[in-house]
């Protein structure tokens, strides 16, 4: 007899490695824009990186 299970649906919300990569990507560019912003400063790149996905995270809480 053949094996009925029914395959779930990927759960609502869950991101995709796409959806990864462009999160990923809107982050770095934030990033270097802040980077930009305060006359390029070295050393900077985690704090830069942590600013920056807090930034792009706050905004798409409020597009959802």
């Given at each position: 007899?053949p094996?009925?299970?029914?395959?779930?649906?990927?759960?609502?919300?869950?991101?995709?490695?796409k959806?990864?990569?462009a999160?990923?990507?809107?982050?770095a560019?934030k990033?270097?824009?802040?980077?930009?912003e305060?006359?390029?400063?070295?050393?900077?790149?985690?704090e830069?990186w942590?600013?920056?996905?807090a930034?792009?995270?706050?905004?798409?809480k409020?597009?959802?």
């Amino acid at each position: 007899m053949p094996d009925t299970k029914k395959v779930k649906p990927a759960a609502a919300g869950k991101r995709t490695s796409k959806d990864e990569g462009a999160l990923r990507n809107a982050i770095a560019r934030k990033a270097y824009e802040i980077y930009e912003e305060r006359g390029k400063e070295h050393g900077k790149d985690f704090e830069h990186w942590l600013e920056a996905e807090a930034t792009i995270k706050a905004k798409m809480k409020k597009i959802k």
